[in-house]
């Protein structure tokens, strides 16, 4: 188990063609609400375009991928 403060799992949706978080833990409401990432967007995007994890040494200094 990892600690956490803020989780989100994102789905997937084929309609819109983004991804939607379906379940998110410490985020704001309007975050849950409205937050949609394009295939390829961000490090959670690119992973689900490739369809395969993405290692990030730190993610605060991450510049894209």
Do not use: S
Not at 46 to 56: D, I, K, Q, S, Y
């Amino acid at each position: 188990m990892l600690p956490y403060d803020l989780f989100a799992i994102l789905l997937y949706n084929e309609r819109r063609g983004d991804l939607r978080i379906r379940y998110g833990v410490g985020h704001r409401e309007e975050v849950v609400r409205d937050l949609a990432l394009t295939l390829g967007q961000g490090i959670t995007g690119t992973a689900a375009a490739r369809g395969e994890p993405v290692l990030v040494g730190d993610v605060r200094n991450d510049r894209g991928i």
